[in-house]
């Protein structure tokens, strides 16, 4: 929404690194409250086997201009002129996809999609969220075909597809093999547990045809619930 103008916020060029004051400050002030309030510190309730570097800091602006999707603050119910911020549960990234030769809408989310299936593991399917940060040049991509978020996100679950058989042949425990040998070897398992767990937004630099991916750490339907608030000012 407009506070994203208001603070001077980055959403293109370098989005989601440093140098700029309001997305590091925003960040650092959101993981001291959490620290702080929360409990959440090292060696008591924070017990992270490497942890993040984006525990110190990591906030970002959608550049909604710069795209005809809707922006996710309206995807998630608000009006176009709120100022919202989405708070996230994320366990890893950016992961860089680098794609410069699709040249159509199926092809890029059919990219995008497949680069995702070794997600946290390569066996864990229908498990984990995550958040797509699509680059104005993608988009540029997508939006030749008219190409919507709903498509971009059906097409990466079908790219990310894996059969049973695939994934007993990568080794299972005895549970796992216990729940997939009740199905068809060909059955066709994805990623996510429903389109609904990945979330679509645009930012950073007008050069470079890259898509980045945060990843989640649980479905949203146990835990990895992502929260949106209006900014009331």
């Known amino acids: 929404g407009p506070i994203r103008h208001s603070l001077d916020m980055n959403m293109g ?8 004051r309001a997305n590091a400050t925003i960040g650092r002030a959101l993981r001291l409250a959490i620290r702080n309030v929360g409990g959440a510190k090292p060696g008591g309730t924070e017990r992270s086997t490497f942890s993040n570097p984006m525990k110190y800091t990591m906030c970002f602006a959608e550049w909604e201009e710069r795209s005809n999707w809707d922006p996710l603050h309206v995807e998630r119910g608000f009006s176009p002129e709120d100022s919202v911020v989405t708070v996230f549960a994320m366990t890893g990234g950016p992961t860089i996809i680098m794609d410069e030769d699709s040249l159509g809408g199926d092809a890029l989310a059919g990219s995008i999609g497949a680069s995702t299936s070794t997600m946290l593991n390569a066996k864990a399917y229908g498990f984990s969220t995550c958040l797509m940060v699509v680059s104005p040049e993608h988009v540029d991509t997508f939006k030749r075909d008219d190409y919507s978020k709903a498509q971009m996100r059906r097409r990466m679950q079908v790219a990310s597809e894996k059969t049973v058989d ?4 990568l080794g299972v425990t005895d549970e796992q093999q216990a729940r997939l040998s009740k199905l068809e070897p060909d059955t066709r398992l994805s990623k996510f547990g429903s389109d609904e767990d990945i979330d679509i ?3 950073g630099s007008e050069a470079g045809k890259c898509t980045a991916f945060f990843h ?18």
Request: aromatic share 4%.
């Open 201 to 203: 937004v645009v930012a």
């Open 216 to 233: 989640g750490w649980i479905p949203r339907s146990i835990g990895s619930i992502p929260v949106s608030s209006k900014i009331e000012v």
């Open 13 to 20: 060029l370098g989005a989601l690194g440093q140098g700029n």
């Open 166 to 169: 695939e994934l007993i042949e």
